[in-house]
């Protein structure tokens, strides 16, 4: 039993919002209850992900996804444990995820269903046979009064109520933003909670990590050379290393705690680049900004880009303050 000193010391994510109210404008009760939905199914997740080489979840669940991916057993899980949790949820009025063509709708009053959900149920899918981290990424915005009935969530990034994702690594973390700072919650299995592990957290000013996958190097545009080339010279001061996981919430994760920059620009196969707008890149822009990082689509702002569909891709650079002025002077 932990000792009842220790007791106070734990705040977990409902928690941490109910006292904050002040500073969270969505943090009625509407807000947290949608929450404690993601974490819910966050839990059901990560305790398939954690058994994935014991039970039968591992391989494809032999569908495709829209995006044409080839759906891991495990995704299609993922996806039903959030659809569930957070369809009971009345505050929600449409659901977008990754695996989803359309957004899922539900037929509730406009003043009772504020929000609309988007997620990826399980981004690096497919390094789950191979134990690598994997993740589950979300973002939350109002329901615009008068939208079309599934594309409540065709809204610039800068719209977002809340952001934030979830690392199934080491251990499980939940980081997550409401616009007020960056704030990460660790599963704790023996009280069955994410408690608060990372107050306030602040991507350092300068890393000396970038995190691209370089076999495509030769196709990125020319200013993602010269940048890239740039780094591995030193003219950032300082010797940089190279780090690439190939998932991007935990590529993603590392660049938050450590800083440095993480990008995935164009290819000749993804000319849009390959991490989509809604889902991937919006959640992870906002998270960004709010520790102090900044995030690009190589040329504007992610959060201003306007979204003409669910599942669009975007160029994606994302990093601390040195590393995003040292590719602004190369723009
Ligand atoms: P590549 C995983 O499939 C994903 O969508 C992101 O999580 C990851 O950053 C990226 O694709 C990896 O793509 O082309 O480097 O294998």
Not at 87 to 93: I, M
């Amino acid at each position: 039993m932990a000792d009842p000193q220790d007791e106070k010391l734990i705040v977990t994510i409902q928690q941490h919002i109910l006292t904050q109210q002040r500073a969270f404008p969505e943090a009625g009760g509407s807000f947290s209850w949608l929450l404690s939905g993601i974490t819910l199914a966050a839990k059901m997740i990560q305790a398939k992900v954690r058994r994935a080489g014991l039970v039968d979840i591992l391989g494809s669940a032999g569908e495709t996804n829209v995006q044409g991916e080839t759906q891991q057993k495990l995704d299609v899980y993922a996806n039903q444990a959030v659809q569930h949790c957070l369809g009971v949820r009345e505050s929600v009025a449409e659901l977008v995820s990754e695996e989803n063509d359309h957004a899922v709708t539900f037929d509730r009053s406009d003043d009772q269903a504020k929000y609309v959900v988007v997620f990826d149920p399980l981004d690096g899918s497919s390094n789950i046979d191979v134990n690598v981290s994997v993740g589950t990424t979300f973002c939350v915005l109002r329901r615009p009064p008068g939208a079309k009935v599934g594309e409540g969530a065709l809204q610039p990034g800068h719209q977002q109520v809340a952001a934030g994702y979830v690392v199934y690594g080491s251990s499980t973390i939940m980081v997550y933003t409401a616009g007020r700072g960056v704030f990460g919650f660790t599963l704790d299995p023996a009280v069955g909670a994410f408690v608060l592990s990372h107050d306030n957290m602040r991507m350092p000013e300068q890393g000396d990590i970038y995190s691209v996958n370089e076999a495509y190097i030769d196709e990125f545009p020319e200013v993602y050379q010269r940048y890239i080339a740039g780094l591995r010279r030193g003219e950032l001061g300082r010797r940089y290393k190279s780090r690439y996981i190939g998932s991007m919430v935990a590529d993603f994760h590392r660049t938050l705690l450590k800083g440095g920059v993480f990008l995935y620009p164009p290819t000749q196969a993804q000319p849009e680049g390959k991490l989509r707008l809604l889902y991937e890149a919006n959640p992870m822009a906002f998270i960004a900004e709010q520790a102090g990082g900044r995030a690009l689509d190589g040329s504007r702002r992610v959060l201003d880009v306007e979204p003409t569909s669910l599942h669009q891709r975007t160029p994606l650079i994302l990093g601390g303050k040195a590393e995003m002025d040292a590719f602004e002077k190369l723009l």
